[in-house]
């Protein structure tokens, strides 16, 4: 009879021991670095897709200065390959190991003032770098917020919505075509992602810095600490100098074109980036150009080129100010 109860006993406790174990959670699969039909298919994001939840195979990031399009918010993710890393080049891009996927996602909020209210995703866009090339596209959210579908012809989809001031703003948001794509992630023929320049990285977000935290965990390695990136400034941080303010806001929305190798090379002198002297950037040589081509929305003509339908108003009195001071 000792016997049995011990037996039992031992049976009892591999029970509990094995259903400690069946609590342990699930890895999320692992991201596929293809694209697949849907994007629920690409294993970004974890539980119901409209609620954005992202992997823990990838991870947020955020830009000092965001671009400007159509006052859409942004979702901004990168999802490495396991057991690599990103490796420190500089202040610009740094190098992105083989199927690193990085994703955008574009939604508004019904409300600003009251954002239970909801949010309208409008599109998710894609990079995934493929033997060594970055390869583009876009996935458009159905009207049930359900999922997003591969759509390399681009769309128009009519948006209204609420500001913080409780005024109804509406456009019709153009989902850029793959050639769209390409116009502005094109740097000498090839693609290239935009934003996550280490120096645009370079800031602190509630009280730690963006760098120094992907340093740490080991998803950029090749660098110690942020000190060793330049930074450029948040374009509303009016404690900086107008000049750096107008040279950030130059650098994410307009430097991707006008640079040397970029879609506006052979068509305008400009260079617009960060790094680029004033004298070297001709801004001051083009700067009527410049204003009457920004303080407009009229398509063929303003800039940007491509990616806006109407006038950033509280961008452009930044640049016309720091052009007003040239």
């Known amino acids: 009879m000792k016997k049995y109860l011990a037996l039992v006993l031992i049976i009892t406790l591999f029970s509990c021991n094995n259903d400690d174990d069946s609590t342990v959670p699930a890895e999320d699969p692992l991201v596929v670095a293809e694209f697949r039909t849907n994007l629920s298919e690409l294993n970004l994001f974890t539980g119901d897709l409209s609620d954005l939840n992202?992997?823990?195979?990838?991870?947020?990031y955020t830009l000092n200065t965001p671009l400007f399009t159509d006052y859409a918010?942004?979702?901004?993710l990168i999802a490495l390959p396991q057991n690599t890393s990103m490796q420190f080049n500089g202040d610009g891009l740094p190098i992105f190991p083989e199927n690193t996927v990085i994703?955008?996602?574009?939604?508004?909020?019904?409300?600003?003032?009251?954002?239970?209210?909801?949010?309208?995703?409008?599109?998710?866009?894609?990079?995934?770098?493929?033997?060594?090339?970055?390869?583009?596209?876009?996935y458009k959210w159905?009207?049930?917020?359900?999922?997003?579908?591969?759509?390399?012809?681009?769309?128009?989809?009519?948006?209204?919505?609420?500001?913080?001031d409780g005024v109804t703003?509406?456009?019709?948001?153009?989902?850029?075509?793959?050639?769209?794509?390409?116009?502005?992630?094109?740097?000498?023929?090839?693609?290239?992602?935009?934003?996550?320049?280490l120096r645009n990285l370079n800031f602190e977000i509630n009280g730690s810095n963006q760098l120094d935290n992907l340093i740490s965990d080991q998803s950029l390695t090749g660098i110690s600490s942020s000190s060793e990136v330049s930074s450029v400034v948040n374009w509303q941080d009016t404690s900086a100098s107008l000049e750096?303010?107008?040279?950030?806001?130059?650098?994410?929305?307009?430097?991707?074109?006008?640079?040397?190798?970029?879609?506006?090379?052979?068509?305008?002198?400009?260079?617009l980036a960060y790094e680029t002297s004033l004298e070297d950037s001709q801004i001051f040589e083009r700067r009527s150009s410049i204003s009457?081509?920004?303080?407009?929305?009229?398509?063929?003509?303003?800039?940007?080129f491509i990616g806006t339908t109407l006038v950033h108003s509280?961008?452009?009195?930044?640049?016309?100010?720091?052009?007003?001071?040239?």
């Open 54 to 60: 992202i992997s823990s195979r990838a991870f947020e």
């Open 169 to 197: 703003n509406s456009t019709n948001y153009e989902i850029p075509s793959n050639t769209d794509c390409f116009t502005c992630h094109s740097t000498f023929n090839n693609s290239t992602p935009i934003g996550p320049k």
């Open 244 to 271: 750096s303010r107008a040279r950030s806001y130059f650098d994410i929305n307009c430097a991707h074109c006008h640079i040397p190798g970029g879609f506006c090379d052979d068509q305008s002198t400009l260079d």
């Open 103 to 138: 994703a955008k996602t574009f939604y508004y909020n019904t409300d600003e003032r009251d954002l239970s209210l909801g949010r309208t995703i409008i599109e998710t866009r894609i990079l995934i770098k493929i033997n060594g090339d970055w390869v583009t596209g876009d």
């Open 142 to 164: 159905n009207d049930e917020q359900t999922d997003a579908v591969l759509d390399l012809n681009g769309s128009t989809v009519p948006v209204t919505w609420i500001d913080a």
């Open 314 to 326: 509280e961008g452009i009195d930044l640049l016309q100010d720091y052009l007003d001071s040239l």
């Open 73 to 76: 918010h942004k979702q901004r």
């Open 292 to 304: 009457t081509r920004i303080s407009v929305y009229n398509e063929g003509f303003s800039m940007p």
